[in-house]
């Protein structure tokens, strides 16, 4: 997550803090269909302009959205303007300190059952494709915004770039690089092996694919970190 889209996330969710706001919020996500200012502002007992201002505020910072309708039974000349209507925003915020990222170990995890029913392989044969093809296309994806011809050094930044956008926090350590957070701190809790494994074959998949060479992933469990920690050979890049 970079700083500027975690800041937006808090920025965000700070804005429920506000008892009215929060109460709108709460109102409007509940219902059916979207609502107007006047009824928001009924059932949550506040003046109408008051709804008003914090309904504006929810979509300023896309937590609701808006459309325009005339009330039902009105229409044709005389029938006024548009109603301004929130309702729920698609967008999805979350902030979680230490940074996880469950979506990506779901990701992985629903496609390794499907591969395995589609190729009625083992499962934990599909996991490890499942986990190498989620770091080969982080690592593509970043190599595409970078440029295909990367220098070494490049590719270690670009490394490091990646790591820290899916939480594993990076940090440089003499000749190896480790990583002080697991995103999947909690399924590797109760599921070490299986966690470790797809941590590992994600990890030696985006290296490849983001052309990291002198740069290999090795399963070398630390408490307080990621099981995986990155080894610079001696064809690395110096820092």
Not at 8 to 16: E, G, N, P, Q
Not at 45 to 64: I, M, S, T, W
Not at 140 to 169: D, F, H, N, P, W
Request: with cysteine; hydrophobic share 40%.
């Amino acid at each position: 997550m970079s700083v500027r889209d975690f800041a937006s996330r808090v920025t965000s969710i700070a804005t429920l803090a506000e008892p009215v706001r929060r109460a709108l919020y709460l109102y409007v996500v509940a219902q059916p269909e979207p609502v107007s200012r006047d009824q928001a502002a009924t059932a949550v007992g506040v003046p109408r302009h008051v709804a008003k201002f914090n309904l504006d505020k929810l979509e300023e910072e896309e937590l609701l959205d808006v459309e325009y309708a005339r009330p039902a039974g009105r229409s044709g000349p005389g029938a006024g303007r548009p109603a301004k209507l929130y309702r729920r925003s698609s967008r999805e915020v979350g902030v979680s300190l230490p940074e996880r990222h469950y979506d990506l170990a779901a990701e992985v995890m629903a496609q390794a059952i499907t591969q395995a029913d589609e190729r009625a392989c083992p499962i934990t044969d599909a996991l490890r494709d499942a986990a190498q093809e989620a770091g080969h296309a982080l690592g593509m994806q970043a190599k595409s915004t970078s440029g295909s011809r990367l220098s070494r050094a490049s590719a270690v930044r670009t490394v490091r770039e990646i790591l820290a956008s899916q939480g594993y926090e990076p940090r440089d350590d003499g000749n190896e690089m480790s990583l002080a957070n697991c995103p999947f701190h909690s399924l590797a809790r109760a599921h070490r092996d299986l966690v470790c494994g797809i941590n590992l074959n994600l990890i030696a998949s985006m290296l490849a694919a983001a052309g990291a060479t002198g740069l290999q992933a090795e399963l070398r469990p630390s408490p307080g970190q990621c099981c995986v920690r990155i080894l610079r050979t001696k064809s690395a890049p110096e820092r």
